[in-house]
């Protein structure tokens, strides 16, 4: 899943879409089975590739969360890291993905419209767009915490997930990710994703926490101070922990920690990359498309040539 640029360093580089898309994945683990998720779609015969996810549910199922309760069979998922933006043009483009999609069928109308659905999720609440939406006549209607529906705009259900505001406790993946993650909140998460014992789940999980160690560093400090969270930080990091102790890194586990966050990173960055190119991507169409360093795409595809 493609990035979308920010103003992080380079050094400082989050990985917002993987994050969210871990935190998506544990917050519908319960109906993982009945669900069928594609993610990078290509909405024409050309090679055009759109950064969103798409739900497929099964009949009769229903994914009994805030979010999933308005799930129809189709449903495209669209997140927006803290440094873009969320306009009328945004949304119009979403469900323009939407519009797409629908005409993809096998057979003419073989994709009903009844059965879409679009959910936009943003750090923040949109104020400007909603300002906006409501002036124009349009409602904003307040469905659970942290998620609104957009009403009078087209006959496909639109909503927008607010990640700050949420309150349900399945989606407690998703709530980490802000910037200001309440402390309880990151508490909870860590001891529910000591439970995972499958192999896909821990790795969602690790995407989740690569994100919200890096913004919300001071408090992750803390509860670096405290015996089971810190014993959870291990757990859930053991893998990164021993790649880092591997090249020296031996100072204790707050600094361990911190170079198995940097090194996690890393390392998601450049299997990206080689995945893109290998799939026919140019340098230039990846960090154009992805944001990523050119610098960094050259490294990884001259360490591509090398290895054959």
């Known amino acids: 899943m493609c990035k979308e640029k920010n103003t992080e360093d380079v050094g400082q580089r989050l990985d917002w879409h993987s994050g969210f898309e871990g935190s998506l994945l544990l917050s519908v683990r319960k109906y993982i089975l009945d669900l069928d998720i594609e993610r990078e779609h290509c909405l024409s015969r050309e090679p055009l590739r759109i950064d969103f996810l798409l739900i497929k549910k099964k009949d009769g199922v229903v994914v009994d969360n805030d979010i999933g309760r308005n799930f129809r069979k189709y449903n495209i998922i669209e997140y927006k890291n803290p440094e873009d933006k969320l306009n009328i ?157 591997n090249m020296g890194v031996k100072k204790g586990i707050e600094k361990g920690i911190e170079k198995g966050i940097e090194k996690g990173i890393e390392k998601r960055d450049t299997q990206k990359i080689a995945e893109m190119l290998s799939d026919g991507k140019t340098p230039e169409e990846i960090a154009d498309f992805c944001k990523y360093p050119m610098e960094q795409i050259k490294k990884v595809q001259e360490e591509m040539l090398v290895k054959g």
Not at 145 to 169: A, F, K, R, W
Not at 184 to 189: D, G, L, P, S, V
Request: overall charge negative; proline content about 3%; some cysteine.
């Open 89 to 245: 043009d945004v949304l119009w483009k979403v469900i323009g993905y939407a519009a797409l999609y629908k005409s993809m069928g096998e057979q003419v109308d073989d994709i009903k419209i009844s059965d879409l659905t679009v959910t936009i999720f943003r750090a923040t609440k949109p104020r400007k767009l909603f300002n906006k939406l409501l002036r124009e006549g349009k409602e904003i209607r307040k469905e659970y915490p942290g998620v609104y529906s957009v009403l009078g705009m087209t006959e496909i259900p639109i909503s927008i997930v607010v990640m700050d505001e949420l309150e349900d406790e399945e989606l407690i993946a998703i709530s980490v990710l802000s910037r200001r993650a309440k402390e309880e909140t990151i508490k909870r998460f860590l001891n529910e994703a000591r439970k995972y014992t499958e192999p896909e789940d821990k790795r969602n999980a690790d995407a989740v926490l690569q994100v919200s160690a890096r913004v919300n560093k001071d408090l992750y400090k803390k509860l670096r101070g405290d015996e089971l969270m810190c014993e959870a930080l291990r757990e859930l990091m053991e893998e990164d922990l021993k790649e880092a102790e």
